[in-house]
């Protein structure tokens, strides 16, 4: 069974750091894009960071630039999430997810799906 699992959401200050991480089970994810997402209440899943399979490319939508940062470890069939300088604007439940080709940004060109972690950001 294929899984992705995030983990590292939290209760946040503004102004303040979290480091999401997301691993991946029941196969490789090293020919994959692999990329972050979020869905705050009442709103659509919006992108907030791909990277490819190699990891040499990445791609931030323009609300988290100098901000934000995404790597990945396929060695650890992981992808990570720096996130600083939190705004109350970026609570939102954040998912990690994998597609099948060198690169992609939106949601619906992923096909694994994590369930999720909240990050909330208080003002």
């Known amino acids: 069974q294929v899984q992705l699992v995030e983990s590292g959401g939290g209760l946040v200050q503004a102004g303040g750091s979290l480091n999401l991480s997301c691993r991946g089970s029941?196969?490789?994810?090293?020919?994959?894009?692999m990329g972050w997402f979020r869905q705050a209440p009442g709103k659509e899943r919006e992108s907030v960071a791909v990277i490819n399979w190699i990891g040499g490319t990445t791609y931030y939508a323009d609300f988290v630039k100098g901000r934000f940062a995404i790597s990945r470890d396929n060695a650890q069939n992981a992808v990570y999430l720096q996130m600083n300088g939190l705004k109350p604007e970026d609570t939102a439940v954040y998912f990690c997810?994998?597609?099948?080709?060198?690169?992609?940004?939106?949601?619906?060109?992923?096909?694994?799906w994590g369930q999720g972690t909240q990050v909330t950001v208080s003002s």
């Open positions: 997810a994998a597609a099948p080709k060198w690169h992609g940004w939106l949601p619906n060109e992923y096909t694994y």
């Open positions: 029941g196969r490789t994810f090293d020919s994959f894009a």
